[in-house]
């Protein structure tokens, strides 16, 4: 398996699930300008990574699905729940707050409002953002309060949780109080295989 990642970019989390899971895999690094070539938008018509390679040529886009089909693919590493529906759907909802809720709430300050071109207006964009981010990381607290891993066992969700809370810290979301998610962070960074990926991407 081919993972094609950005240093620090949501594909973090696929890259730390590669490392959990122990089977050989190639990391290929992809820079913001990589993502705009020929070549990438043959792998990644969205010009975005995550994107996984198999061997035989065929590609997957789309962090979840990419994250669900890791899970699957090596069931032995225990990734995907317990074998239960009702642990599945619990991932998936985990999943689901981390990259359809909290990720999408990041772009304004990644600049998604520059278009306005009214530096009050976008600097009112992105308070509004980091109040938004800021009750979305109550929830995962509340969730935390006596969990290891957001649902109760290490999943696929965890990693992608780590990769939003990074960013947080990185822009200043005010996280105080959040106790749990501190541990959880704490956690995460303790753990060999995220340090591996961290490193390998040179994001320590
Ligand atoms: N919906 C996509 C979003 C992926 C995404 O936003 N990736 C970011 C990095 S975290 C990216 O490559 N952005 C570049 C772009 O969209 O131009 C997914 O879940 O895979």
């Known amino acids: 398996m081919k993972l094609y990642y950005s240093p620090g970019a949501c594909s973090l989390s696929d ?5 959990w ?6 990391a290929v690094r ?9 070549e990438y938008l ?3 018509p969205a010009g975005a990574v995550p994107a996984l390679a198999a061997p035989d040529g065929w590609v997957l886009t789309q962090n979840a699905a990419i994250l669900n089909y890791l899970a699957d693919s090596h069931p032995e590493a225990g990734l995907g729940g317990d074998g239960s529906a009702r642990s599945r759907a619990e991932v998936n909802r985990w ?3 981390a990259n359809a809720d909290i990720h999408p709430a990041f772009h304004p300050l990644f600049g998604s409002t ?3 071109g009214d ?10 953002a980091a109040t938004k981010l800021r009750g979305l990381f109550a929830r995962v607290d509340r969730q935390l309060e006596g969990r290891d891993w957001i649902t109760g066992s290490r999943s696929i969700a ?6 939003v809370t990074r960013w947080a810290r990185a822009m200043d979301i005010d996280l105080s109080g959040f106790d749990n998610l501190a541990r959880f962070f704490d956690t995460m960074l303790g753990d060999a295989g995220v340090q591996r990926a961290l490193l390998q991407e040179g994001a320590t």
């Open 95 to 97: 999943l689901g707050v």
């Open 30 to 38: 992809v820079s913001r300008e990589d993502r705009q070539t020929a």
């Open 114 to 116: 520059a278009y306005l």
């Open 119 to 128: 530096a009050d207006l976008i600097d009112r964009t992105k308070q509004a």
């Open 15 to 19: 890259h730390i699930v590669l490392e």
């Open 42 to 44: 043959a792998i990644n």
């Open 21 to 26: 899971i122990g089977q050989p895999y190639e």
């Open 158 to 163: 965890d990693p992608y949780l780590f990769v």
